[in-house]
């Protein structure tokens, strides 16, 4: 299988977004407990996200930027979804169960907020950027 340029360029954009997201939530945890920081450092990173998908990845969609940001929110909502109850369920419930305890939050994280990228790409590719008259 072959990667496009576009979708390299999209896993980097995304993959300083995921750690702008990883980084905040650790600065959110000293004032937010875990579940309200995992999901204020996702709307960080998604705001991240945006723009430099926006400038980095995809072509000018022709749409209004409203438009733009409403469909970028609504693909983001479902990989916010992704994310976490991926990461709540394995940090409370199927890390304690297997008995991992050391950084369990910081694993279960950080496997949340890499399950949405191929949901995440193809959401933006044909929803979020794709030029106007290609959109629903």
Do not use: C
């Not at 400038?55 to 733009?68: I, L, R, T």
């Not at 369990?104 to 949405?116: D, K, N, Q, T």
């Amino acid at each position: 299988m072959r990667l496009s340029s576009r979708f390299i360029q999209f896993l980097l954009v995304g993959g300083f977004a995921a750690a702008v997201n990883f980084v905040s939530r650790f600065l959110l945890n000293e004032y937010l407990g875990f579940k309200w920081a995992v999901f204020v450092a996702y709307l960080i990173g998604m705001i991240t996200a945006y723009v430099m998908t926006r400038f980095f990845v995809f072509e000018p969609s022709g749409k209004h930027p409203v438009n733009e940001m409403t469909w970028f929110v609504v693909v983001n909502l479902v990989a916010l979804l992704q994310v976490w109850l991926i990461s709540v369920a394995l940090a409370e419930y199927f890390f304690p169960f297997i008995g991992v305890t050391l950084m369990r939050e910081e694993m279960a994280h950080f496997i949340g907020l890499s399950v949405p990228v191929i949901t995440s790409y193809f959401g933006h590719k044909y929803l979020t950027f794709a030029k106007h008259k290609d959109v629903l």
